[in-house]
């Protein structure tokens, strides 16, 4: 009597990778609707993540819309640039009196349209499924 071994094989599927786009209405929305588009993203994609834009915001330092290197506001963004879920970045970020209002910064280049940066992103939101 022989016994054989069964193996089985498993197949992973490739992951697909989404990123939060600015459409051009969203640049020129009231602060409203652009943190609705964004919550309606991170709804469908909770595993989102925040990270630095390469080329744009160099490893460890403040995008070039951020004028004060110092305050509430810069300590936001350095958790931005270090890269993290963005579950976990709303958390950190709302102990320091930030959130949605600064990831949308990130993915407009500034806090207002008389930014220097304005239009092009600093960082970039991305889910993976």
Known sequence: M????SKTTKTVA???TTTFEVPEAIKEAMPKAQKAALAAYLAANPNAYVGPVAGVVAE???PAYLRNPNGKRADIVRLM???????KFLVAARLLGGGYTDLIAGVLGGYSRSSPTWGKAAFTITAVA
């Open 60 to 62: 460890g330092c403040l």
């Open 81 to 87: 640039v270090k890269g993290m879920p963005v579950a």
């Open 2 to 5: 022989s016994q054989t071994a």
């Open 14 to 16: 490739p992951s697909k």
